[in-house]
């Protein structure tokens, strides 16, 4: 099967926030807010992670934070969501738009845990914002 890339239906979008959404609520009701803010998000999932509040199998969760390294690198480059099919099912991905840049952050971290890495998060962040920013300025990968 060819991959296929479209925009998130309302179903999509529905299990896109509610894994967002796990994420956020480890912010106090009065400090939602701060998941606005590129740091804060960098942090929490920092803080996450050096808890150990999530076990190897917890994928859900563990894809939270994958989402929510989405949200952060879309606030970052002006990135958008998308859902990509393949013969492996359909996931949700960020894509530059104009490019063919695709992201899959939701098994970022997830992929690192599995083998037994240490993630840092701000470095995890700054290395695919440059790889995407390289991808972005190369004209092999801009839409035509």
Same mark, same amino acid.
């Not at 738009?97 to 599995?114: A, C, N, W």
């Given at each position: /099967?060819?991959? !296929?890339?479209?925009?998130? $239906?309302?179903?999509?979008? %529905?299990?896109? @926030? ?19 803010? %590129? ?9 996450? %992670?050096?808890? &150990?509040?999530?076990?190897? &199998? ?6 939270? =934070? *994958?989402? $929510?390294? &989405?949200?952060? =690198?879309?606030?970052?480059? *002006? /990135?958008?969501?998308? /859902?990509?099919?393949? @013969? ?7 894509? %530059?738009? *104009? $490019? ?6 939701? $098994?970022?971290?997830?992929? !690192? ?10 470095? =995890?962040?700054? &290395?695919?914002?440059? =790889? ?9 990968? !801009?839409?035509?």
């Amino acid at each position: /099967m060819e991959q !296929r890339v479209d925009k998130p $239906t309302g179903e999509d979008l %529905l299990r896109i @926030e509610a894994q967002r959404d796990w994420v956020r609520n480890h912010f106090s009701p009065d400090a939602l807010h701060k998941y606005d803010l %590129l740091p804060e998000k960098l942090r929490l999932l920092q803080v996450i %992670l050096d808890a &150990g509040w999530i076990e190897r &199998g917890e994928t859900v969760k563990l894809q939270s =934070l *994958g989402i $929510t390294l &989405g949200d952060a =690198l879309v606030q970052e480059l *002006g /990135m958008e969501w998308v /859902m990509v099919e393949d @013969e492996y099912g359909r996931d949700p991905a960020i894509r %530059l738009p *104009g $490019t063919t840049v695709i992201l899959f952050p939701l $098994t970022m971290i997830s992929k !690192r845990l599995e083998r037994a890495e240490a993630v840092n998060v701000v470095e =995890l962040f700054n &290395g695919v914002r440059k =790889l995407a920013q390289a991808m972005a300025a190369d004209p092999d990968y !801009r839409l035509h």
